[in-house]
């Protein structure tokens, strides 16, 4: 593969390449100076048109321990703000030899775009409600380190399915490593065609916590929902109908607690829930780097380290 634009793309055994190689990257995180100079000639530019802390900083991080030489846009700081279009964006910043652009973007389909705009590997962070690869693969290389394989766990992912990009990349992802997933939220953040997904469908958080391996709580997205203010269900009602709370914990011992973050704490889940010792989330942000590390080691062409 020479792009990551989304797993729709990638194979059974692509994945489990990148998994596989996931694990060395992981290991290496926990030596005492967790470098290895494999990106050492390529320059990388992180592309970033939506907020991000944990993708943006973990890709960053990832290209420096591996010797990159990184570059970082904002739309704030950039010349967007006077009006420059995306595809003159990507052409000047090519024209500087760019190797590899990371990019995350409100609109579905840019990492696609800019695969047609210039010669650079693209690496998706996120586009619109349509796919986080990366994503998806920390959080099976998450299950796998707790749960020791994807195939044949039952996975919940419970929340703002409508707007999640993060949902797709998993179910397709997990689907294809043997995984049954289940989607579990109100009928007013299920998007249309919802069996479309692939996925089995609830609407009962309590059936689908007594049923999974695996619970995944998604952030209700607030910023893409229009009407947000007459929002039905109310956070408060989202809490009290889907929201994960310690009572579940003791009555359901058998699920472990994900999350991809940003947490809204008391409304997806009780504070205490984020914090509890079946919560693996900052486990899927220390993986997201190595997953990253292995990402870019891959398409930059995966040199032996
Ligand atoms: N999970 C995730 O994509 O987080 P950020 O938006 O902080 O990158």
Same mark, same amino acid.
């Given at each position: 593969?020479?792009?990551?634009?989304?797993?729709?793309?990638?194979?059974?055994?692509?994945?489990?390449?990148?998994?596989?190689?996931?694990?060395?990257?992981?290991?290496?995180?926990?030596?005492?100076?967790?470098?290895?100079?494999?990106?050492?000639?390529?320059?990388?530019?992180?592309?970033?048109?939506?907020?991000?802390?944990?993708?943006?900083?973990?890709?960053?991080?990832?290209?420096?321990?591996?010797?990159?030489?990184?570059?970082?846009?904002?739309?704030?700081?950039?010349?967007?703000?006077?009006?420059?279009?995306?595809?003159?964006?990507?052409?000047?910043?090519?024209?500087?030899?760019?190797?590899?652009?990371?990019?995350?973007?409100?609109?579905?389909?840019?990492?696609?775009?800019?695969?047609?705009?210039?010669?650079?590997?693209?690496?998706?962070?996120?586009?619109?409600?349509?796919?986080?690869?990366?994503?998806?693969?920390?959080?099976?290389?998450?299950?796998?380190?707790?749960?020791?394989?994807?195939?044949?766990?039952?996975?919940? *992912?419970?929340?703002?399915? !409508?707007?999640?990009?993060? %949902? /797709?990349?998993? @179910?397709?992802?997990?689907?294809?490593? #043997?995984?049954?997933?289940?989607?579990?939220?109100?009928?007013?953040?299920?998007?249309?065609?919802?069996?479309?997904?692939?996925?089995?469908?609830?609407?009962?958080?309590?059936?689908?916590?007594?049923?999974?391996?695996?619970?995944?709580?998604?952030?209700?997205?607030?910023?893409?929902?229009?009407?947000?203010?007459?929002?039905?269900?109310?956070?408060?009602?989202?809490?009290?109908?889907?929201?994960?709370?310690?009572?579940?914990?003791?009555?359901?011992?058998?699920?472990?607690?994900?999350?991809?973050?940003?947490?809204?704490?008391?409304?997806?889940?009780?504070?205490?829930?984020?914090?509890?010792?079946?919560?693996? *989330?900052?486990?899927?942000? !220390?993986?997201?780097?190595? %997953? /990253?590390?292995? @990402?870019?080691?891959?398409?930059?062409? #995966?040199?032996?380290?």
């Amino acid at each position: 593969q020479k792009h990551l634009l989304g797993l729709a793309d990638y194979s059974k055994e692509d994945i489990e390449y990148v998994l596989e190689q996931a694990k060395t990257f992981r290991e290496v995180l926990d030596r005492p100076v967790p470098k290895v100079p494999t990106l050492r000639d390529k320059t990388i530019v992180n592309l970033f048109y939506e907020n991000s802390t944990r993708t943006r900083l973990s890709f960053e991080l990832a290209q420096k321990r591996m010797g990159a030489d990184v570059v970082n846009f904002s739309t704030s700081s950039s010349s967007t703000k006077k009006g420059e279009s995306l595809k003159d964006t990507i052409r000047n910043i090519s024209s500087m030899k760019i190797d590899m652009v990371v990019v995350r973007h409100e609109s579905p389909g840019v990492p696609h775009f800019l695969t047609r705009c210039v010669d650079a590997a693209i690496l998706n962070a996120g586009d619109g409600a349509h796919e986080h690869p990366t994503q998806a693969l920390l959080d099976m290389f998450t299950i796998q380190q707790e749960l020791g394989a994807v195939e044949g766990k039952k996975i919940a *992912i419970i929340g703002d399915i !409508t707007h999640s990009r993060v %949902v /797709r990349s998993n @179910i397709i992802g997990m689907k294809k490593l #043997g995984a049954e997933v289940t989607i579990c939220g109100p009928k007013s953040l299920m998007p249309n065609h919802v069996n479309a997904l692939g996925a089995n469908v609830s609407y009962n958080l309590e059936e689908t916590l007594q049923w999974c391996d695996v619970a995944m709580a998604l952030r209700i997205q607030l910023e893409r929902i229009e009407g947000s203010t007459d929002l039905f269900p109310s956070l408060r009602e989202y809490h009290q109908l889907f929201g994960i709370r310690m009572d579940h914990l003791e009555k359901y011992p058998q699920f472990t607690v994900m999350h991809p973050g940003p947490i809204n704490r008391g409304v997806e889940m009780e504070s205490e829930v984020a914090d509890s010792d079946r919560a693996v *989330i900052l486990d899927q942000v !220390t993986n997201g780097l190595a %997953v /990253r590390m292995a @990402i870019l080691y891959l398409l930059s062409g #995966g040199v032996r380290i």
